[in-house]
C-alpha cells in the first residue's frame, strides 16, 4: 500500500529565506509524486508534478521538488520565501495512470514572520 | 479553460439534520469527479469518486453518501449528520491522469 509522510507539521522561516519541506513516501514502484498549496480557507493548488525523467522539476510561484528514488523523497524547495507562501502544503502520491488512488500527507503548515 | 465550482462556501448544521453539498465543472466533459475531506491538522480523506454519470465508488464507510446526477454534477448528502461529520470538503476533477484539480471547498460546521 502506498503512503506519504510529511515530517513537518509546522515551519516558520523568514521572509527572504530559503524553505525546504520534505516529502517522504512508500510505494513499490515509482509514483506519481506531487506538491499542493492551500491557502487558508481555499482550496488546493498544484505546486508541480513528478511524473518521469529529470528528476528536478520546477513548478509556479518559485518552487521546486527533487524526486530522489533512493531516499523515496519528493522534497519541496524555494529559494527566497515571500509573505505570500505562508499556507499549508501537502505532499501526495500516487500510482501512474490512475488518478483514483491518490494518497496525501498530512500537511506541513508555513509561517512566513517579517 | 475548465472551472469548478462548490456551493455552499460555509454551512453550520445541527446534529440530525440533512445535508447536500454540491460541485460542478464548467469546461470539461466526462470528467473523473472526487469529494475529499480534510479534518483540521490532518491530510485530505478521499470519500467518493465518480467515473461517470450515475458511478459512484465509496472509499470509506460513514454516514455520508454521493450522487452524479449529471455528467459535471457532483452531490455529497447524508441524512443525518454527526459531530465527526465536520471539516473542510473538497471536490476535484481530473481530465488526464494524474492532473487532479480542487475546488474552493465548503466548511462544514456540525453543532
Known amino acids: 500500500a502506498q503512503s506519504v509522510t510529511q515530517p513537518d507539521i509546522h515551519i516558520t522561516v523568514s521572509e527572504g529565506a530559503s524553505l525546504e519541506l520534505r516529502c517522504n513516501y512508500s510505494?513499490?514502484?515509482?509514483?506519481?509524486l506531487f506538491w499542493y498549496v492551500q491557502s487558508p480557507g481555499q482550496g488546493l493548488q498544484l505546486l508541480l508534478k513528478?511524473?518521469?525523467?529529470?528528476?528536478l522539476v520546477q513548478g509556479i510561484k518559485g518552487f521546486e521538488a527533487e524526486f530522489k528514488r533512493s531516499q523515496s523523497s519528493f522534497n519541496l524547495r524555494k529559494p527566497s520565501v515571500h509573505w505570500s507562501d505562508a499556507a499549508e502544503y501537502f505532499c501526495?502520491?500516487?500510482?501512474?495512470?490512475?488518478?483514483?488512488?491518490?494518497?496525501f500527507g498530512a500537511g506541513t503548515t508555513v509561517t512566513v514572520r517579517a | 479553460s475548465q472551472t469548478i465550482h462548490q456551493w455552499p462556501a460555509t454551512l453550520v448544521q445541527p446534529v440530525g439534520s440533512p445535508l447536500s453539498l454540491e460541485c460542478t465543472v464548467e469546461?470539461?466533459?466526462?470528467?473523473?469527479l472526487y469529494w475529499y475531506r480534510q479534518a483540521a491538522g490532518r491530510g485530505l480523506q478521499l470519500l467518493f469518486y465518480s467515473v461517470g454519470i450515475g458511478q459512484i465508488s465509496s472509499e470509506v464507510p460513514q454516514n455520508l453518501s454521493a450522487s452524479r446526477p449529471q455528467d459535471r454534477q457532483f452531490i455529497l448528502s447524508s441524512k443525518k449528520l454527526l459531530l465527526s461529520d465536520s471539516g473542510f470538503y473538497l471536490c476535484a476533477w481530473t481530465g488526464a491522469p494524474g492532473l487532479k484539480f480542487f475546488g474552493p471547498g465548503t466548511r462544514l460546521t456540525v453543532l
Open positions: 469546461g470539461t466533459s466526462n470528467p473523473n
Open positions: 510505494y513499490g514502484a515509482t509514483p506519481y
Open positions: 501526495a502520491v500516487g500510482p501512474p495512470l490512475n488518478d483514483y488512488k491518490l494518497s
Open positions: 513528478y511524473f518521469s525523467g529529470d528528476t
